[in-house]
Structure formats: C-alpha cells, structure tokens
C-alpha cells in the first residue's frame, strides 16, 4: 500500500470556515485524504463554499453529514460548537480533529477525551505548531541538554489580526472570543510539552485596537508558572495580541548552560530559525523544512486511526493547553493568581 493510500482517510467537514478553505482543504487533498462533504449552519453559505471547494455534498444538517460514508470530521466551527459538535460526532463513531479551543470549559473538552476514550476512537487537536519541524528541532535540542535544564521561557505571539477575520473571533459574546482562547492557547500547546505541568497563571489583558474598542480582549500578557519533571519551578511569559502591526514572532528559552532564540517561531508559513547562545558563542540551528504543519497533522492522525501511532496533539494535550488559556482568561477578569492545582 502506497503512503498516499495509508492516509486516505474520508472526511466530512463541520464548519464552512476560512481556516478549512486556506489549509485544510488543500492539506486533506496533499496528504492522500478525500473531503466528501461539508456542513454548515447557512445553506446558501455551505452550497457556495462546496462548490468554491469542490466538496461533493453539503448539508445544514449534522445528523445528514454524520450518516454519510466518512471515516472522521474536522471541526472547524466557532468555538462554541466545538463540543457539542464533537460529541455528537463521537457518538456516531467518528473520529474527530477539532479545532482549538477543542471546547470553552475544561469540563466539556474533559468529558470529550472520555468520550474518545470510551469508544476506542482517535480524538486530535489542530494545533499546528508543536510537531511542526522547528519546534520538534527546538524539543530535540532542549532533550540533548545543549541548554542545560529550562529556567524560563518567553513567547511573544503578536501581530495584526487580517481584517478578514475580524469577525465573532472578536466581536461575538458567547464564541469563546478573544485573543487568549485564541493565541494564548496555541502558547500552551508549545510551553506544556517543553517545561512540565503548567500550576499557576497570572494575566492581564486590554483592547488596544483600535478597531475593537467594544469587542473580545485583543493583547494579553500572561506569567505560568510550571513544575518540571524534577519538582522544580520553571516561569513563562507571554504576549499575546491582535493589535500590533510589524510585529515578528519569537521563543526564547533560558537555561542553565545557555539560551535558545526562535525567529518566526508561532507563525503557520515560516520555518523559523533557532540560535543557541552559550559559553562557545552563538551558532545557527537553521530549520529549513517545507513541511506543512497541517499535513504532519494530517498523516499523524492518519496513522492513530490505523492504530500504528499517535495523534500530533491528543486531547488530553489539547485540554492540558485549554486549561492554562481558561485561567488566563479567569486571572485577566479577576486579578487573581489562578492556580491549576
Ligand atoms: P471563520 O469565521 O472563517 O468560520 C467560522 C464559522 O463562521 C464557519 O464555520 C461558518 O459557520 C461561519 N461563517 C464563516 N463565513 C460565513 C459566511 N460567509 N456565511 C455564513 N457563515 C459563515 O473562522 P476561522 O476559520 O477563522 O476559525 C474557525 C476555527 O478554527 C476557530 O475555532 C479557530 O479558533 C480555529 N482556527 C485554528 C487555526 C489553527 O491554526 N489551528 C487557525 C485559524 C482558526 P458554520 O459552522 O455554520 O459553517
């Protein structure tokens, strides 16, 4: 069987969004899959993305698409959705990739990975950077000890929203709006897996745009702390922004024998580039990868729904990110310390 057979799952799509158009779609087809079809809650909307996409068939109706011949869906609704979406999915015996947030509470995304669980079926999260190639280089030069143990790491994930999706991701109460459930929880799903248990988290957050005096907060910095494998303590910090034109993303990383800087390090098209600074001076670890993220995506799911591996992000590790997004969300409303356990 050829690679491209191995990975021809059959989807169905939930959700006629922009994220599925730009690289899902196009990932599915380049990664051996077939879209049969797509679901949306506007018809006239499913019917021209359908046929914008050459989707075979569309619906506005969940049940319809889950009776369909598809091995899986690709929920990529407004946040909200996400859950009841996923669990109507699971119980029709699909397996799910959803978009992050996977949920808007930890007790919905928790109640889906046991559900997953249960039915002996592969739940993954779309986040596309932790097994992207730069940060499986950046893992992979931590592991080695080149650094020596973390101490600290910082992200700065800020930028100008497209005004194409200045949409309900800030403007629509009850979406799960705002940049923390949007970037911030894409920081946690790099963080988690580089510095252990994420046990406290503090945030503060503004509109700044100036095209979003009314909506979702736009910029949030956010302090965790995390515990390492060790017990001892290791601190993030984060910046998180819709508002900030010319602005580059980065990762660095402080540890006790040297230090990582990660250009382009959150973006979706850059391959970024990783220098180590240590006692010998500073030296390139270039990245250079034509992977896309979406597609490792793709065929890790792939392989997990044939049973020979395991999804890029699981739903434990979606939720594990979920829950720091929630608590910087709750200390950013309250100005609390919001501890995790
Ligand atoms: P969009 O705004 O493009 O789409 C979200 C929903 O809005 C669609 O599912 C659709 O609802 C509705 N919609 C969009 N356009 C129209 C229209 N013209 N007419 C009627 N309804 C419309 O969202 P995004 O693609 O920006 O985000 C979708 C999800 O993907 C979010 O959860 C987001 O967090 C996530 N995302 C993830 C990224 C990643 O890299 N992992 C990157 C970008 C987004 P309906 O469900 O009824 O079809």
Redesign the pocket.
């Known amino acids: 069987m050829t690679e491209e057979q191995h990975n021809m799952i059959k989807w169905g799509l939930?959700?006629?969004?922009?994220?599925?158009a730009t690289?899902m779609i196009p990932a599915m087809r380049s990664s051996g899959a077939a879209v049969h079809a797509v679901?949306?809650?506007?018809s006239?909307?499913?019917a021209?993305?359908a046929r914008a996409n050459t989707v075979p068939a569309h619906t506005t109706d969940l049940r319809q698409l889950l009776e369909l011949d598809i091995d899986a869906v690709y929920i990529?609704?407004?946040?909200e959705?996400?859950y009841p979406q996923a669990r109507m999915a699971l119980l029709a015996d699909k397996h799910v990739l959803c978009?992050?947030?996977m949920a808007l509470t930890a007790d919905e995304a928790g109640a889906m990975v046991r559900l997953a669980d249960e039915r002996g079926l592969v739940l993954a999260i779309?986040?596309?950077l932790p097994q992207s190639a730069l940060h499986r280089k950046i893992r992979e030069v931590v592991a080695a000890g080149t650094i020596g143990k973390i101490l600290a790491a910082q992200i700065s994930n800020a930028g100008l929203l497209h005004p194409r999706?200045r949409?309900?991701?800030l403007s629509e109460p009850g979406t799960g709006r705002g940049v923390i459930?949007?970037l911030t929880c894409?920081d946690a799903s790099v963080l988690n897996p580089l510095l252990g248990i994420p046990t406290a988290v503090t945030a503060v957050a503004a509109n700044q745009a100036e095209w979003n005096r009314e909506g979702g907060v736009d910029t949030a910095m956010t302090l965790i702390e995390y515990e390492n494998k060790n017990g001892d303590r290791v601190l993030a910090q984060t910046i998180d922004s819709f508002a900030m034109p010319h602005a580059k993303t980065s990762l660095y990383l402080y540890g006790t024998n040297g230090s990582l800087q990660v250009t382009d390090a959150m973006t979706?098209d850059s391959s970024g580039a990783i220098t180590l600074t240590n006692a010998e001076g500073n030296t390139a670890f270039p990245v250079d990868s034509n992977e896309d993220p979406?597609v490792v995506i793709l065929e890790k799911f792939a392989e997990a729904v044939r049973g020979v591996g395991r999804p890029a992000v699981s739903g434990e590790e979606g939720l594990m990110a979920l829950r720091v997004a929630l608590a910087a969300e709750e200390s950013a409303s309250s100005g609390a310390v919001v501890r995790l356990r």
């Not at 939930?14 to 599925?20: H, K, N, T, Y």
């Open positions: 939930i959700g006629a969004s922009d994220i599925a690289r679901m949306s809650g506007s006239s909307h499913a021209d993305y990529s609704s407004t946040n959705k996400h978009e992050k947030p779309n986040h596309h999706l949409g309900w991701r459930l949007d894409h979706q979406y």
